[in-house]
């Protein structure tokens, strides 16, 4: 079945750099991407998707890009700030085929120091 | 708030025990979607139903069981239960199959902790 993998399982980064969170795929047929943000006790909310006729999508602080042939996709959070703290889940989805769930990674817990 | 709407909250149990879990999708969401959140585990898919009908099936254990009403509404039964079935149990909506512009809305989840 397809397999979401996520790197690294945590990060951690001085307030103001910038943090990559990277995700492969397995099947080529996935054509949707979301990022989920979830923070400590609370439910995950999408903050940003891709879908695979795009390489790179951005929302303020917030990008993902796409690289389709190489099947990875990876979130990027620039000027981090304290209230990026979270954990993050990737997932993919192959839209309109027989699958009609996401997968998700394992997540990554981010932790932004003051 | 994103709409959907999960009971209980919080559930304590022993081993052996059936519980009910509820779900609540938003106002016009056909499909519904459970995930089982382990400690320190990422989200794990169950199962997902649409318009009352089973779509997809996950790592559902034989123990679990879910089902979607004509309201709409899910439950998702669990009997058995063990020590390792303690967890999050999250249910997100989304108007029609996950995919683009059909993004899925996670409730608050219920805690359940199996002693």
């Known amino acids: 079945g397809e397999n979401v993998e996520q790197h690294p399982s945590t990060l951690s980064v001085q307030e103001g750099d910038s943090a990559v969170i990277k995700c492969t795929y397995s099947d080529s047929a996935s054509n949707y991407f979301p990022w989920y943000k979830q923070e400590l006790g609370k439910r995950p909310q999408l903050i940003i998707d891709i879908r695979s006729n795009v390489g790179e999508k951005k929302d303020q602080r917030i990008a993902v890009t796409l690289n389709k042939t190489a099947k990875h996709f990876s979130l990027h959070i620039t000027e981090t700030q304290p209230e990026d703290s979270a954990v993050y889940f990737c997932?993919?989805?192959?839209?309109?085929?027989?699958?009609?769930?996401?997968?998700f990674g394992k997540g990554t817990k981010l932790s932004v120091k003051p | 708030d994103s709409g959907v709407t999960q009971t209980p909250k919080h559930l304590i149990t022993a081993t052996g025990q059936r519980v009910t879990l509820r779900c609540s999708p938003r106002?016009?969401?056909?499909?519904v979607y459970w995930y089982q959140q382990s400690l320190d585990q990422g989200l794990q898919f169950l199962i997902q139903?649409?318009?009352?009908?089973?779509?997809a099936k996950g790592n559902i254990l034989e123990r679990f069981s879910a089902q979607q009403f004509p309201d709409l509404h899910s439950e998702l039964n669990l009997s058995s239960l063990e020590l390792g079935d303690s967890a999050l149990y999250f249910c997100a909506s989304s108007v029609g199959l996950a995919g683009v512009g059909h993004e899925q809305f996670f409730g608050p989840g219920t805690r359940l902790t199996v002693l």
């Open positions: 106002s016009g969401d056909l499909s």
């Open positions: 997932a993919d989805l192959n839209y309109g085929g027989s699958q009609g769930n996401l997968i």
């Open positions: 139903y649409y318009n009352g009908e089973e779509r």
